[in-house]
Nanobody, 118 residues
Framework: EVQLVESGGGLVQAGGSLRLSCAAS????????IGWFRQAPGKEREGVSC????????YYADSVKGRFTISSDNAKNTVYLQMNSLKPEDTAVYYC???????????WGQGTQVTVSS
């Protein structure tokens, strides 16, 4: 059974940091790309970042470039999203997803809430 489990969300003040984790199981991690999406209330889902576990290629939305960093620990089948200099507009439910390439759309996690207060 494929599972993606996000963790690390929470409440943080503007300018603060959080690190999200996406633990994957049930598929060959090295063959997949893992990405992060977010959805704020009343807004469409937005792609945030993606990493290819096979070659480490990374992609970022313009809105998070220079503030967020995606990384992969293949030994732990886990992808991380380090979020620095957080802004209130980063508030959303963050989801990780997996697929054979970026942007991923095949498997989805349940989401983790990130709230940035001003």
């Amino acid at each position: 059974e494929v599972q993606l489990v996000e963790s690390g969300g929470g409440l943080v003040q503007a300018g603060g940091s959080l690190r999200l984790s996406c633990a994957a199981s049930g598929f060959t991690f090295d063959d997949y790309a893992i990405g992060w999406f977010r959805q704020a209330p009343g807004k469409e889902r937005e792609g945030v970042s993606c990493i290819s576990s096979s070659d480490g290629s990374t992609y970022y939305a313009d809105s998070v470039k220079g503030r967020f960093t995606i990384s992969s620990d293949n030994a732990k089948n886990t992808v991380y999203l380090q979020m620095n200099s957080l802004k209130p507009e980063d508030t959303a439910v963050y989801y990780c997803a997996a697929d054979v390439g970026c942007p991923p759309n095949d498997y989805w996690g349940q989401g983790t809430q990130v709230t940035v207060s001003s």
